[in-house]
């Protein structure tokens, strides 16, 4: 049994190091997984039990599993980083555990607690810290990307909460999310489809919302760009968020511009880390409704210097285009993205401990 409660069933049959070690020299995003996974099941009359680390592998579910139909699920997304010293830390998993009550409640799924949810990675990382990729320079971005995820798994066709759960994590190698790093990317303004609505799920992280993204994703290949850009639903003028990540607007005179919070966009970890690191650079972070007429009239007028995307995934990347069905919105000079780049460098250095942890963000995982 693991120190945070869990017990281990090794894998008989694991990949052989020789084939990890090819797989974590080029691990690409989410195409491989370490040899094992933790799961936790929830019955109503029992609550949480069987805290355990088996091998990876095939779920078996029922057909009529209430997840396969009514989409009652939930997800997290956390990375695990190798530092100099050969340990394993992870970026304010407390933050994720708490969005990952708020997306429970949502969707009428039970609550995990701190203790478990931590208590799940450190027990899959004592047996497969190995999967952590050792970045070969300090500008590689090479880590081990949890996905912690609840599922409705008991069999009925009735619309009601399941009265079964099961809660597990996955681990896969990953490299940058994009190939390019801090190169712009272009990104698509979505005016058919909408990522969520009042009083829906848009600030649960659940799969639904990842789906209903998935068309104007679709547009968005189709013109070229990598993310999609979502207006909200109700007067179709205020920027919400990508498909994925949230945005940041950067003003000449200081001010660093996210949209506000409601319940049509997700809270990111990365976006409430930023907003405390800006100001530590002298920047003023608001948090604000911006329409996308302000985008469009700042980034020609020269009062929007900088645009960049965040999430756990994609750390920072600068958008260097909006592209839109009447015309593409350009910011009217290259400024070189240096508050970008500056934020960037700094969250990266603290995620792989090359900078001191002054605010105790990074937890110890292995």
């Known amino acids: 049994m ?39 099941r929830w019955t109503e009359d029992a609550g949480w039990h069987g805290n355990e680390v088996r091998p990876y592998g095939p779920l078996t579910l029922d057909p009529a599993a209430a997840v396969l139909h009514y989409a009652q699920e939930i997800f997290e997304g956390i990375k695990a980083y190798r530092h100099a010293d050969g340990s394993v830390w992870t970026f304010r998993p407390q933050k994720n555990a708490e969005r990952f009550r708020r997306s429970a409640r949502r969707l009428a799924l039970p609550e995990l607690d701190d203790e478990t949810f931590i208590g799940s990675l450190k027990a899959l990382l004592s047996v497969d810290s190995d999967w952590v990729p050792t970045p070969a320079h300090e500008g590689e971005e090479s880590s081990l990307y949890l996905r ?15 009265k079964e759960v099961d809660y597990y994590v996955i681990a896969s190698p990953a490299a940058a999310y994009f190939k ?15 990522r969520a609505a009042p009083g829906g799920t848009g600030f649960a992280k659940c799969g639904g919302n990842y789906a209903a993204s998935l068309a104007a994703q679709k547009e968005a ?62 920047l003023t972070p608001e948090e604000r409704a911006i329409s996308i007429d302000e985008w469009r009239e700042g980034a020609a007028s020269g009062e929007i210097t900088e645009v960049f995307a965040c999430g756990t995934a994609a750390v920072i990347t600068p958008v260097g285009e909006l592209v839109t069905e009447d015309d593409t919105i350009r910011l009217a000079g290259d400024t070189g993205n240096p508050i970008a780049k500056c934020l960037r ?22």
């Open 148 to 162: 912690p995820f609840m599922i409705a798994s008991e069999s009925f066709l009735g619309v009601r909460p399941s």
């Open 221 to 282: 290949a189709a013109q070229n760009c990598s993310q999609v850009a979502f207006l909200d639903a109700v007067e179709n003028k205020w920027v919400e968020e990508l498909g994925g990540m949230n945005l940041f607007f950067v003003y000449k005179d200081g001010r660093i511009v996210t949209p506000q919070l409601t319940d049509t966009i997700l809270e990111g970890v990365t976006r409430d880390s930023i907003l405390e690191m800006a100001a530590d650079e002298g």
């Open 2 to 40: 693991t120190p945070s409660g869990f017990d281990v069933r090794p894998n008989a049959n694991p990949t052989a190091s020789q084939i990890r070690d090819d797989i974590l020299e080029s691990p690409g995003f989410g195409q491989h997984f370490s040899d094992h996974m933790a799961h936790v």
């Open 180 to 194: 390019g790093g801090v190169a712009p990317v272009s990104i698509w303004l979505s005016s058919h489809y909408k």
């Open 345 to 366: 460098s700094q969250l990266l250095d603290l995620q792989y401990g090359r900078r001191e942890d002054t605010r105790g963000w990074m937890t110890r995982l292995a």
